[in-house]
């Protein structure tokens, strides 16, 4: 579908760009590309509706930390949510590994495919 042709960008033209976008990822096979805080917050429903309890996690001296920290029946887990296909940094993964080091469940999430949730939280 061909886009009107204008002199400015308009609030039309960025949807068509928008459109031309998605119609292209679509053509190429590539999955969509959510956003750190899309699946955090898809994530954080799907915890609640089974029952978890969750709290932003926030260390002001050691910025590394996961970005979550859930609570189930006697169950504590930690998860840093990321956007699809991004990897945790390299302090994030040193922080992940000392945290499990000392027992505790960690998990890095990059999508909101319910298998992977189901995995995560049931």
């Known amino acids: ?35 750190e805080k899309q ?5 954080n429903e799907y915890a609640e509706s089974k029952g978890w309890l969750q709290f932003k996690f926030v260390s002001p001296s050691h910025r590394s930390v996961p970005d979550r920290i859930y609570f ?18 390299k302090l994030q993964a040193k922080t992940i590994r ?10 890095v999430v990059d999508n909101c495919n319910p298998v992977t949730l189901m995995m995560v939280f049931d």
């Open 1 to 35: 579908m061909k886009r009107p042709s204008t002199a400015s960008k308009s609030t039309d033209d960025k949807l068509w760009d928008k459109a031309d976008r998605e119609r292209k990822a679509k053509k190429s096979g590539k999955p969509k590309v959510l956003l």
């Open 98 to 107: 000392e945290i499990k080091a000392q027992g505790i469940e960690v998990h």
């Open 72 to 89: 189930r029946n006697g169950r504590a887990m930690l998860i840093e949510w990321k956007k699809t296909g991004e990897e945790p940094t």
């Open 39 to 43: 699946i955090e917050k898809k994530g």
